[in-house]
């Protein structure tokens, strides 16, 4: 019942730009880390990045980290993944998450609570 909805997907050429939004449907955002996945066509979903309840810690994977950036309004009840210098190998369905029990930082999956349906990105030329 409580889930997150995703905007800011499409498609962009290699070396873009793009800020994902993740906003609450049924709940307030600011009781929860939260946490961005993506999943590519034929791989597992892997953890992206992950911003803690009070914003004071986030943590990013290798593959992302230096290009992407969390962050989170809880003013607004809105969360952010800003993507820059993007790669082909970044397309993927982006999902966002929350978690109150912890593991988000570590990026885990499974330690998420709830999710949203996803935000499909695609990088190429």
């Known amino acids: 019942q409580l889930h997150f909805v995703e905007s800011g997907g499409g498609l962009v050429q290699p070396g873009g730009s793009l800020t994902l939004s993740c906003t609450p449907s049924?709940?307030?955002?600011?009781?929860?880390?939260i946490g961005w996945f993506r999943q590519a066509p034929g791989k597992n979903r892997e953890g992206v990045s992950c911003i803690s309840r009070t914003g004071s810690d986030a943590s990013y994977s290798a593959s992302v980290k230096g290009r992407f950036t969390i962050s989170r309004d809880n003013a607004k009840n809105t969360a952010y993944l800003q993507m820059n210098s993007l790669k082909p190998e970044d397309t993927g369905v982006y999902y966002c998450a929350a978690e109150t029990g912890g593991g988000c930082l570590a990026l885990l999956a499974s330690a998420m609570d709830y999710w949203g349906e996803g935000t499909p990105l695609t990088v190429s030329s």
């Open positions: 049924g709940f307030t955002l600011d009781y929860y880390a």
